[in-house]
């Protein structure tokens, strides 16, 4: 299994331009989920989906946007980026039946510069 | 709603003793559950240890373990012995319900270094 996968794993934009940071995971996870990492925050949710065509605001969702189509398949889109959205992002994925001690898997996180 | 607190921004510790990392939390559902994630430098998500709103017993995870106070809202993670490689940022989380599609919400992480 490749477990989390991100891309890009490092990419620069211009305020104003938009792109798709790429999501995907192989365990049939129904949950996902996308986090931004700033120092002295911790992690905080962006959108999360339950399943494939469901998904719902995170903490801080503004100026990003999802949708999951399959259940293998999370993009995170910025539809116009800005100095604020500079970050490390990490896509997540869990099971959402059985144990409920249910261990969230992390993708490698995508830094993400917006100059 | 639900909130998670790490009061120590940054915590030392000498090599092969015990250190505690504090960790409280906020949240109107019975159910829920605590989590612990350690990220070392390289980046990547760990995770450490669980600990169940209904648990009676403290998690313990080998040099882990979870030091549960509910009527305090207290999930404090204890690492015994601490060794180099524990140097790194700890993430506690909470994920408020029973049903397994809640949010999971992280603190603001403590970073623990760790002295030879």
């Known amino acids: 299994n490749a477990g989390v996968t991100q891309t890009p794993k490092f990419q620069v934009l211009k305020t104003g331009q938009s792109m798709t940071l790429q999501c995907a995971q192989d365990m049939n996870h129904e949950y996902m989920s996308w986090y931004r990492q700033d120092p002295g925050m911790g992690l905080r949710l962006i959108h999360y989906s339950v399943g494939a065509g469901i998904t719902d605001q995170g903490e801080v969702p503004n100026g990003y946007n999802v949708s999951r189509s399959t259940t293998e398949d999370f993009p995170l889109r910025l539809l116009s980026a800005a100095p604020s959205q500079t970050s490390v992002y990490f896509c997540?994925?869990?099971?959402?039946?059985?144990?409920?001690?249910?261990?969230?898997?992390f993708g490698p996180g995508t830094r993400l510069t917006v100059l | 709603a639900q909130k998670i607190t790490q009061t120590q921004p940054g915590m030392f510790v000498q090599e092969k003793e015990a250190v505690t990392l504090d960790c409280t939390y906020d949240t109107s559902d019975q159910s829920y559950g605590l989590f612990w994630y350690k990220q070392p430098s390289s980046g990547e998500m760990i995770f450490l240890i669980y600990?169940?709103?209904?648990?009676?017993q403290n998690a313990t995870e080998g040099r882990y373990s979870l030091n549960f106070q509910k009527a305090r809202k207290s999930a404090n993670l204890v690492i015994s012995a601490s060794q180099l490689g524990d140097s790194a940022m700890y993430f506690c989380a909470m994920r408020e319900g029973y049903n397994q599609g809640g949010k999971l919400i992280f603190g603001q992480g403590t970073e623990l270094s760790v002295k030879p």
């Open positions: 600990q169940g709103s209904y648990d009676e």
């Open positions: 997540a994925s869990r099971y959402t039946s059985g144990l409920s001690n249910n261990e969230q898997f």
